[in-house]
């Protein structure tokens, strides 16, 4: 090749040169793109870490609405309990209402009648056949809620592990523009 009248000396040099140019610009440009890859594979790595700990989160939240539902029920048997007491409680004070006053105005002591007697053990036994599921509703109803008091503070303190990680990925990944 010629190049300045001269067979291959200057324009080996000048070919030389252009080569060694564009060498440098690729490793230049190859340099950057790994950079940019290993960058970009830490933040996919802690997106997938912290996308893991959100999916942690909602199963946990999920179980917890499970027991908040339990709860809810529990509650609800107990105050079905609560309101089948109010008339059960009414027909005790009618039935002991009368024995109390014939008791109150003899000085010589009252008679009590077996059917007064009988009425008020039968409604008796009506109030304890409803308070004993109302104890055990409250004594579930008791656990029940400081277990969930527990894991909604564990829930928390997850979520609020969740919004910081959060905000170090936006703050790792590469703004638009």
Do not use: W, Y
């Amino acid at each position: 090749m010629m190049f300045f009248g001269r067979p291959g000396g200057p324009a080996r040099t000048v070919l030389a040169l252009v080569a060694v140019g564009v060498l440098g610009l690729f490793s230049f440009v190859l340099f950057n793109l790994n950079r940019s890859l290993d960058e970009q594979q830490r933040v996919n790595d802690a997106s997938i870490g912290i996308s893991q700990s959100f999916l942690d989160v909602n199963d946990q939240l999920t179980a917890e609405l499970g027991e908040l539902t339990a709860l809810t029920g529990t509650a609800q048997t107990a105050l079905d309990s609560v309101k089948a007491l109010r008339p059960l409680l009414a027909k005790l004070h009618d039935a002991i209402t009368p024995v109390a006053a014939s008791l109150s105005s003899s000085a010589q002591g009252a008679q009590v009648t077996a059917e007064q007697l009988g009425r008020i053990a039968g409604i008796l036994g009506e109030v304890h056949d409803v308070l004993i599921p109302l104890v055990e509703s409250a004594r579930t109803f008791g656990d029940q809620g400081k277990a969930l008091l527990a894991m909604i503070e564990g829930l928390v303190t997850d979520l609020q592990g969740a919004v910081a990680s959060a905000a170090t990925i936006n703050q790792m990944l590469p703004l638009p523009g």
